[in-house]
């Protein structure tokens, strides 16, 4: 498989303009809200039963992201590390997934809150959080075990592609 | 954006090799061993420090699931649900993720277990599991609440591509 053509089924609408200042991550986007809207009709059928769910995964395409380099300096540390080490969004297949808040279902358009992602993001799926298969437990977490976890890391323009 | 593309940058091997007996799911999966190899020298530079990492994600391309509908009974359950409430490989953009633990790394070679992906699936992004960004308290999780969790469910050829 040399190629793989994906078409959005979506978008997602935030507050958030540009990198520089979006919470890095949806624990630190805690109070942003957002909305997703999804591009066909008929969607509208495979959205069935999804509010129950107080948590979904959004798969989505980093749209305003730089060439990914292999090695970075992630937002969260002063060093750098490989990027796969790393959740930042220039990579080779620019997708971000973030696990947001599901607060109402209108039609084809998701309200949503915790949104870390830029304002008019491409989404490409969408999942129910579950964490019988999304949670487990785990002793070490590389680079991050080293870092202080503060809760104010916004983006900066560092993976953007420059226009 | 009407269509966006990717290139996988690497493939996984694992016991699996058809949908049918395949573990749902890695919670499900613990015991099976496989392997993620990356298909560009290039790459390595970007797995440093990823070892430190107890598990990883893996985003994949389910490279034999069906076409996408839009009520689907997943395998979990036996009532009808949106597609986008289940975990379902059939999808509109058929991506997966899992979050396997991270055995090894030899050269481009990542050796994992708890595998639940099909032989051959392209692999389109790895990015570390990090507990303070993908594990949420949740109270409803939909439809699955109401279903046992039992752990032998296993995939069958019902969202598979017919060849």
Redesign the interface.
Known sequence: ?????????GQINTPHQQASGTPV???RAVGYTGTLTLNDP??A???????????I?V?Y?F?RAAD?K??VVPYRDDKP???????APA???P?G?S?VKLEKIDGLTLHLSDVDMLDGT?V?????????????P????????DVP?RDDIVADSRFEKQT
Do not use: S
Request: net charge negative; proline share 9%.
């Open positions: 498989m040399t190629t793989i053509t994906l078409k959005p089924i991550q949806p624990c008929a969607f059928e495979g959205l069935v039963d999804l509010d129950g769910f107080d948590r995964w798969i395409y749209d990914a292999m090695t590390h490989g990027l796969f080490a790393t959740r990579r080779p297949n997708i997934m696990c491409p490409l799926d969408i999942k129910p959080y579950v964490p019988t298969y999304d949670n487990y785990v002793t070490h977490c590389g680079w991050t075990d976890n």
